[in-house]
């Protein structure tokens, strides 16, 4: 994979682990698995972020719950099919960990760099209290063809700046990658809890 690939995705998350390893998927004959981290906030609440990792780079049939963890890699994203419907998956593809014995600083917990490209246009809303917000689905390219799309949402002046942004802008993001809770209604009788995955912006600029 060519060094600017890497270069427009990096993330970077510091979490307890909190699952076991599920299997997800094997390509050529490399196994991929599923596994939870627990990453503090500020606030002192706690994103549950799912991580993809390699069984080359662990042993996926050793239990490492409430172990310490930094992942370094990508967050990316696929489409499952459900049905007669496509849903977005998001996870962080790890291309390397190192375990901690303890962490204090948790400023550097959970770090991300996104350099794509505006693939929709951007939704702009205010909440009823008043705060500004804007919901933007960034393109960010791949090797071989691939693209990667990712929820973003942006606060205030941010919120406003974004609100701008043309389809087919090409967009810098600084941000923080954070899980949300939210009711699916799939009837009228019929809802489900699900948990969404994007990325809360706290800086960005647009790159042309």
Request: neutral net charge.
């Amino acid at each position: 994979m060519s060094e600017k690939m890497i270069e427009n995705n990096k993330v970077s998350v510091i979490g307890e682990i909190i699952s076991g390893f599920t299997f997800s998927h094997e390509v050529f004959g490399e196994g991929f698995y599923m596994v939870d981290v627990a990453v503090n906030r500020l606030s002192e609440q706690a994103d549950v972020i799912p991580l993809m990792i390699s069984e080359r780079l662990i042993d996926v049939e050793a239990n490492y719950i409430g172990c310490t963890m930094e992942a370094l890699g990508q967050f990316r994203s696929y489409n499952r099919h459900e049905g007669t419907k496509n849903r977005l998956v998001l996870s962080i593809f790890v291309r390397e960990i190192h375990f901690l014995e303890e962490f204090t600083d948790y400023t550097k917990t959970n770090q991300i760099f996104l350099d794509g490209y505006i693939c929709k246009a951007p939704i702009y809303r205010k909440t009823p209290l008043g705060r500004e917000i804007a919901d933007l689905l960034l393109a960010v390219n791949r090797p071989y063809g691939k693209s990667d799309y990712i929820p973003c949402i942006a606060w205030g002046r941010n919120a406003r700046y974004a609100s701008g942004f043309e389809v087919g802008a090409r967009v810098k993001v600084w941000g923080r990658v954070q899980s949300r809770e939210y009711t699916k209604k799939l009837s009228e009788t019929e809802c489900e809890k699900r948990i969404a995955y994007e990325v809360s912006v706290s800086k960005l600029e647009c790159a042309e």
